[in-house]
């Protein structure tokens, strides 16, 4: 499973012209599950997500969690995270999980971050979306369930 986090002053989504997600002082959060990811990768990542200093303080420096400035986050799925382009020009995607299972894995990855009292607000599971965000820092963090 992998993240792309981007600290941002605010992100939306817009889905067919309809803004359908926003959020303030957060992260945007790029998820993509592989074929071979479990609950257990999810729980990983979370845990090094809410608690990753990478807020700033009253002098910019990267010492707070999500978890102690209350930010937001937005989390989309991206499949194309799973993207291979070692052969050819076109990216392969056989790594990545079924629509099924990547669906299964997205939604529990949300509920385990509202369970951990995060405000969440989120893409549409395989909707063609439109993301707006202001990155701030610019802060852009990759996390890798399988290099944790």
């Not at 002053?9 to 479990?38: F, M, P």
């Not at 809410?50 to 499949?79: A, C, H, W, Y």
């Not at 990216?91 to 971050?113: K, N, V, W």
């Amino acid at each position: 499973m992998k993240l792309i986090i981007q600290r941002v002053r605010n992100a939306a989504v817009t889905i067919d012209g309809k803004k359908t997600a926003s959020i303030e002082d957060g992260y945007c959060v790029l998820l993509g599950v592989g074929k071979d990811d479990t609950e257990h990768d999810a729980d990983i990542l979370i845990e090094k997500l809410i608690t990753l200093r990478i807020m700033p303080d009253e002098n910019d420096k990267m010492n707070f969690s999500i978890q102690e400035t209350g930010g937001e986050i937005l989390v989309i799925s991206q499949f194309t995270l799973s993207a291979d382009c070692r052969r050819g020009r076109r990216p392969s995607f056989i790594t990545a999980a079924t629509p099924e299972e990547g669906r299964r894995l997205y939604d529990y990855f949300i509920q385990m971050l509202q369970q951990k009292n995060i405000p969440v607000r989120t893409g549409e599971f395989g909707a063609m979306m439109d993301i707006e965000l202001i990155n701030n820092g610019p802060v852009t963090i990759i996390l890798d369930s399988y290099a944790l």
